[in-house]
């Protein structure tokens, strides 16, 4: 349960990191009401996935989840490069994430 407590983390991160973009610098109501709104809940289910998961596989998991859910919505909505450097480096995020999940004790 809490692993998936995590990845729940990881897609509040996602939202938040681009509700970001939307929020125009902190100057429109309702994108910075969301954004603040998904980052309060995605550092709650964070500190709750951390009561019995490694501090340093949370945090990891967490910021990995965010940033390959972040690039890859970059490319979708924002139309930023998707060469294959980048496609790459994500598929050896994923990667890491899932030697992680391997890694960590049945928590």
Partial sequence: MNWLILVLAGLFEIVWAIGLKYTDGFTRFWP??????AMVISVGL?????????VGTAYAVW??????????????????SANWGRLVSLLLIIIGIIGLKLATPNQ
């Fill in 46 to 54: 964070l500190g709750l996935a951390m009561k019995s998961l490694p």
């Fill in 63 to 80: 910021v990995g989840v965010g940033a390959v859910g972040t690039a890859i919505l970059g490319i979708i909505l924002f139309n930023e």
């Fill in 32 to 37: 910075t009401a969301g954004t603040v709104l």
